[in-house]
C-alpha cells in the first residue's frame, strides 16, 4: 500500500493534518459512455458492510466513476487492520484514498489506538496526488456514542483533496465531513478552511456530508428546539441553504449545488419511524465546469430490497455528469 502526504496550503497558514492520507491505487477501468457516475455516503462506520457493496452493485449506483465516502472506520473487530473504504474498493476494483480524521482509544489504554475514523473517495481511475486537508476545529465538543463516554481520541477534523484524470480530462475531487453539533457559522468556518486547500479553478467534483442542520445541537435544550422547528417549519431542513453560511463559501469557489442534488430531498434519518417530511438535507454534491445529466439527480435508500435492513442513517446521493 503506497502512502503519500502533502499539505497543500502555504507553509505556516494552517496545521498539517494529523493523519497521512493512505493510497491504494489501480489500473482505470474504462467507461463505455461518456459521462461520470457519483456517488455519495455517510457510511456509518460501515459495520454493514455487505448491505453498502450490495447497495454499490444495483442500479442506479452500479458501476459509479467516483464514490465519496464519510464515516468509514478501519481496525473495527469485522476485520482487524482493514477498513471499509479499503473493502469497497477491492470488491469494485476500484483505487482509494483514505483518511483517518480520528483515532478512538479505550479507557485506561491510553497508548492504543483501537480504531479509527475517517474519509474516503475511491475512483475508477488511479489517483494523480491526495492531500489531507486539516479544517478548523470548532469549539463545541463532538458526541460519541454512549458505549463510548469514557473513550478518549486523537485527530482532528480532516477531509482530502485529490487530482484524476477521466477520459484524459483532469478533475479534483474532494470529500469532508463537518461537525454536526455546532453552529452554522462554525461549520461555514469548516467549510472555508477545507476550500483554502481546493484549487480555485478546473473541472472539480466535491461532496460529503456537510451536517447542514441549521442549527446548534450543543445541549439538550438545543436539539428539543430543532425538534420543535421540524415539526413547525420542516422546509426549513429540506432546504437549508439560506441558513448555512457554508453555501456561499461554495459559490464563490465556483461549485455549483443546483442540478447535482435532488432539490428539498431529505437525506438522513434518526428512524425509519421519522416521516420524511421531517428529516433533514444533510448529504451534498456540487461540481464546477461539469454539467449534470437530466433525470440522474438521486438519493437513495441504503438498504437491502428483500430484508428492507438500513445499512446507514445516511442516503445515497448520486448524478451522472457530462465529462
Known amino acids: ?19 497521512p492520507p493512505i493510497v491504494l491505487n489501480r489500473a482505470a477501468r474504462r467507461r463505455p459512455d461518456a459521462r461520470l457516475r457519483v456517488v455519495l ?19 442506479p449506483l452500479r458501476s459509479a466513476d467516483v464514490i465519496l465516502l464519510c464515516e468509514v472506520n478501519t481496525g473495527v473487530k469485522r476485520r482487524p487492520g482493514r477498513d471499509l473504504a479499503t473493502d469497497l474498493a ?20 491510553e497508548s492504543e489506538v483501537a480504531s479509527y475514523m475517517g474519509n474516503a473517495i475511491l475512483s475508477a481511475a488511479p489517483f494523480e496526488d491526495v492531500a489531507a486537508v486539516s479544517m478548523h476545529r470548532p469549539p463545541t465538543p463532538m458526541v460519541w456514542p454512549r458505549r463510548m463516554h ?13 487530482r484524476v484524470k477521466f ?3 483532469e478533475l479534483t475531487v474532494g470529500v469532508t465531513h463537518l461537525h454536526s453539533r455546532c453552529t452554522p457559522v462554525e461549520r461555514a468556518r469548516q467549510m472555508a478552511t477545507y476550500l483554502e486547500s481546493f484549487p480555485a479553478s478546473g473541472r472539480a467534483i466535491f461532496g460529503g456530508d456537510l451536517n447542514t442542520t441549521t442549527t446548534e445541537l450543543s445541549s439538550r435544550a ?3 428546539a430543532t425538534a420543535r422547528q421540524m415539526i413547525v417549519n420542516p422546509g426549513r431542513f429540506h432546504a437549508p441553504e439560506a441558513y448555512e453560511p457554508l453555501f456561499g ?20 434519518t434518526f428512524s425509519g419511524l421519522i416521516p420524511r417530511s421531517m428529516r433533514p438535507k444533510l448529504d451534498w454534491l456540487a461540481v464546477r465546469e461539469l454539467r449534470p445529466i437530466a433525470g440522474t439527480a438521486a438519493v437513495v435508500a441504503p438498504r437491502s430490497p428483500i430484508l428492507m435492513r438500513r445499512a446507514s442513517d445516511h442516503d445515497f446521493v448520486t448524478v451522472d455528469l457530462e465529462l
Not at 94 to 107: D, I, K, T
Not at 150 to 162: D, F, K, Q, Y
Open 150 to 162: 469514557h473513550w478518549s481520541r486523537v485527530g482532528a477534523p480532516t477531509g482530502l483533496v485529490t
Open 90 to 109: 477491492e470488491a469494485l476494483e476500484m483505487s482509494c484514498a483514505y483518511v483517518r480524521e480520528f483515532g478512538l482509544r479505550p479507557p485506561g489504554k
Open 41 to 59: 455516503l455517510n457510511a456509518a462506520g460501515g459495520r454493514k458492510f455487505r448491505e453498502i457493496l450490495a447497495c454499490l452493485r444495483r442500479p
Open 167 to 169: 477520459g484524459g480530462e
Open 1 to 19: 500500500m503506497d502512502r503519500d502526504a502533502r499539505d497543500l496550503t502555504a507553509a505556516g497558514a494552517k496545521p498539517a493534518a494529523h493523519f
Open 249 to 268: 463559501h461554495l459559490r464563490e469557489h465556483g461549485l455549483e449545488i443546483e442540478g447535482v442534488n435532488v432539490a428539498n430531498r431529505a437525506t438522513f
Open 222 to 224: 438545543l436539539i428539543l
